[in-house]
């Protein structure tokens, strides 16, 4: 819960990138996945994954390249445990290096974007760039009950801990079943009660009105905006035709 607090508070911050129109960074995520893949030399690829990892960092997310690093750490050790036990072949690591570097940007770029966007300016974004009322609700709606769901789940474990059925780790790995049986269905049925609760609230607020249009923040693309976008699309289309 603590983390997903401080993940929600990092999206208020105030940097160069916290202030960027949110299109900006949609078309910014949206050049990486596309050129990345699309680059084939490692060393190119490293300069892209470079540019996204540094803007990371400008943006005061330092800790989330730590998450990052953890992640291929650990995916490379699979990797290297499937290739050379189950497979029996060894490994090829240029390729992975390849597949790695081509991931990096994507995932960096998103993070930017999730991480330094908040809610209300990203609902009213979507809506500038034509996505329809109700798929913006349900964004809006998604993205707020990261929060609930964790919530509800530290409710559900401390009411079975005080029922005395909910086992240790040696349970977990003993039977994962019981387990999960035990978590997920009330964590199913608060989910569906919170649900219910949120559809009456939007009711009420008028949201399924015909032609509401959801407002949450002003927006407006400034000469930063544009420029930073437009060097970035100079960039990338520069290392793919390197």
């Not at 990261?146 to 039977?175: C, D, T, Y």
């Amino acid at each position: 819960m603590e983390m997903i607090a401080r993940l929600q508070a990092s999206q208020y911050d105030d940097s160069f990138f916290h202030h960027l129109d949110p299109r900006v960074k949609m078309g910014l995520a949206l050049i990486f996945s596309l050129i990345g893949p699309l680059i084939e030399n490692p060393i190119m690829l490293g300069v892209l994954t470079f540019m996204a990892m540094s803007y990371l960092l400008m943006a005061g997310l330092g800790r989330v390249l730590l998450f990052i690093g953890a992640f291929f750490v650990v995916s490379m050790v699979l990797y290297l445990f499937i290739e050379a036990l189950i497979l029996n072949r060894p490994p090829q690591y240029i390729e992975y290096l390849t597949l790695v570097l081509t991931m990096l940007p994507i995932m960096c770029i998103g993070l930017l974007l999730g991480m330094t966007t908040s809610i209300e300016k990203l609902i009213t974004a979507l809506g500038k760039l034509g996505m329809p009322a109700g798929m913006r609700y349900a964004v809006m709606v998604a993205m707020r009950y990261v929060a609930v769901v964790g919530r509800e789940m530290h409710h559900v474990i401390q009411g079975m801990r005080v029922r005395g059925v909910m086992p240790g780790w040696k349970g977990l790995f003993k039977n994962p079943v019981y387990t999960a049986r035990i978590i997920l269905v009330p964590l199913l049925i608060r989910s569906f009660k919170v649900a219910d609760r949120m559809g009456a609230a939007a009711e009420l607020r008028g949201l399924s009105a015909p032609g509401n249009n959801l407002q949450l923040a002003e927006l407006s693309m400034t000469a930063d905006d544009w420029i930073f976008l437009s060097a970035n699309l100079l960039m990338v289309v520069i290392l793919w035709f390197i």
